[in-house]
């Protein structure tokens, strides 16, 4: 009876978290499952008060104190301001190997306030928003980190889990300091996370390396109708630049790209500007990026030469490709299967096609495939992300968790109404699970293991570490502080009490 009644409560928890009945044949996983779904209201709520903070890179103070907290409740010894940014957590509980690293992000994106509605209604005009749901990737980190050492406390497995709290994710590259402070070193797998619209991973690599620069052009003032020939434009020399590079894109490789914005362009028409400023993104794949990056830098030089101005370059941020270990993410995929997809409900679905059709994309409701991506046969370019130098000093794989609603795209309001309801909880707590498996795999499997660690050792003979930053570059963390400091006393009254 007592065993009844212990598989009925078990299963009221499973139906309690929304998720789909699975069958495990692993009794840690079993454990790790039960645990997750008994504490399922307790995370989800971590989730949505970070949700109400909406941080931007760097100033992501109360966020990353909300995940510190929970680390420490749950047994880890927690280091919160490592590699020189406040905002920065490693998380460590056991010793020796094999390590794991699970990571976790939690700045937001600006002006993407938005309420938990299906249509378009913010908390606060032109606050910032949870729009890349990072709110739910650092939770979901965490909790697969809890529920990985919970399970090896109960089975006295051996080895160490780590949690990575790493700031700045959107804008700042916060990893890259953390990479070249070592404190990747020595893991054996590392356990990514992001929030999306399906249940995936992929291996190989992906993504573009990615060199950000700010470059400001210095001339000489004069009246620009009296007597221009006195002046030395700054504009001209940003303007040559642009020109020389569009004349290069016929000559560099297909998958590079190169794109750029005047942030400073003078002041008045009728005087010569003697200071304007460019940003510009200079992508490709790890093995030509540097080579473009050179001929990016002569078309800057172009511009100074041609027109007399003086030139000044500054790195903003770089990363690598991502470089997914093929053998993790299939051990990942197993258990993307064996967790399954959250059951939607039909108010749930109600809600994603309402927000669908109030973006003007295709009613097609919430994630329903389980995927696992293998490298493209060519690649052609794409974004970048600072996960690209973690994948280069340990073994890497991202999960992609359904918590978002399909075809929306991101960096918008639906992203952000869907991060703060149940239906993040639900791939939230499916992800961790997922991750936490994952982590067990690692740890019990020494075959796999050893697979993972050679596939490693033959990749990075190929893509060995070398930081695309200069030695003494620092992370920017004021870039906005001031706008945070300006919407935090008017954000305050919405904050989201943890439950
Ligand atoms: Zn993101």
């Known amino acids: 009876m007592r065993k009844i009644k212990a598989t009925l409560a078990g299963l009221l928890m499973i139906l309690l978290a929304g998720l789909a009945t699975y069958a495990i044949d692993n009794e840690i996983k079993q454990g790790a499952a039960h645990f997750l779904d008994e504490h399922a209201e307790e995370f989800a709520s971590i989730s949505d008060t970070i949700w109400s903070y909406a941080e931007l890179g760097f100033q992501e103070f109360k966020s990353s104190e909300a995940l510190?907290?929970?680390?420490?409740?749950?047994?880890?010894?927690?280091?919160?301001?490592?590699?020189?940014?406040?905002?920065?957590?490693?998380?460590?509980?056991?010793?020796g190997h094999p390590a794991i690293g699970f990571l976790g992000e939690y700045d937001a994106l600006?002006?993407?306030s938005?309420?938990?509605?299906?249509?378009?209604?913010?908390?606060?005009?032109?606050?910032?928003?949870?729009?890349?749901?990072?709110?739910?990737?650092?939770?979901?980190?965490v909790l697969g980190a809890?529920?990985?050492?919970?399970?090896?406390?109960?089975?006295?497995?051996?080895?160490?889990?780590?949690?990575?709290?790493?700031?700045?994710?959107?804008?700042?590259?916060g990893k890259i300091f953390m990479v070249a402070g070592g404190l990747f070193d020595g893991l054996d797998a590392v356990l990514d996370n992001h929030p999306g619209s399906s249940l995936s991973t992929s291996y190989g690599t992906n993504s573009s390396a990615l060199i950000s620069v700010k470059v400001t052009?210095?001339?000489?003032?004069?009246?620009?109708?009296?007597?221009?020939?006195?002046?030395?434009?700054?504009?001209?020399?940003?303007?040559?630049?642009?020109?020389?590079?569009?004349?290069?894109?016929?000559?560099?490789?297909y998958s590079a790209r190169i794109h750029y914005v005047i942030l400073e362009g003078g002041g008045w028409a009728n005087v010569v500007p003697d200071k304007v400023v460019v940003q510009a993104m200079v992508r490709g794949s790890d093995d030509r990026l540097l080579n473009t990056y050179q001929k990016f830098l002569n078309c800057v030089k172009a511009g100074a030469i041609a027109t007399g101005c003086t030139y000044k370059v500054e790195i903003l941020e770089a990363s690598h490709q991502i470089h997914a270990n093929e053998a993790l993410a299939r051990l990942l995929y197993e258990n993307m299967k064996t967790v399954g997809l959250p059951e939607w409900t039909n108010e749930e679905q109600q809600f994603a096609k309402e927000i669908q059709k109030n973006v003007g994309?295709?009613?097609?409701?919430?994630?329903?495939?389980?995927?696992?991506?293998?490298?493209?046969?060519?690649?052609?370019?794409?974004?970048?992300?600072?996960?690209?130098?973690?994948?280069?000093?340990?073994?890497?794989?991202?999960?992609?968790?359904?918590?978002?609603?399909?075809g929306i795209g991101g960096h918008n309001w639906g992203i952000v109404a869907t991060g703060g309801t149940g239906i993040a909880h639900k791939g939230l707590i499916a992800g961790a699970k997922i991750l936490a498996f994952t982590g067990v795999d690692v740890l019990t499997m020494p075959e796999e293991l050893e697979k993972i660690r050679a596939e490693f050792g033959k990749m990075i003979l190929r893509y060995p570490y070398v930081s695309y930053v200069p030695e003494d570059f620092k992370p920017v963390l004021d870039m906005f502080k001031e706008e945070m400091a300006r919407w935090r006393p008017l954000m305050e009254p919405y904050y989201i009490e943890q439950r």
């Open 217 to 253: 052009y210095s001339g000489k003032t004069s009246h620009a109708g009296g007597a221009p020939w006195l002046g030395i434009s700054a504009l001209d020399a940003a303007n040559i630049m642009g020109t020389a590079v569009e004349y290069l894109r016929e000559h560099i490789h």
């Open 68 to 95: 510190a907290k929970i680390l420490k409740i749950y047994g880890f010894d927690v280091k919160l301001g490592v590699a020189g940014m406040p905002t920065a957590i490693v998380a460590s509980w056991g010793s």
């Open 361 to 406: 994309s295709d009613p097609i409701g919430l994630p329903d495939e389980i995927k696992l991506t293998p490298p493209p046969a060519v690649f052609t370019g794409g974004g970048s992300s600072d996960t690209g130098d973690v994948s280069v000093v340990a073994p890497f794989v991202s999960l992609t968790t359904p918590c978002n609603v399909k």
């Open 110 to 112: 600006h002006e993407l």
């Open 114 to 141: 938005q309420k938990p509605l299906s249509h378009k209604e913010p908390v606060l005009e032109g606050a910032p928003g949870h729009g890349c749901g990072h709110n739910i990737l650092g939770v979901t980190g």
């Open 146 to 173: 809890i529920a990985l050492k919970n399970a090896m406390e109960k089975h006295g497995l051996k080895g160490t889990v780590k949690f990575f709290g790493c700031p700045a994710e959107e804008a700042g590259s």
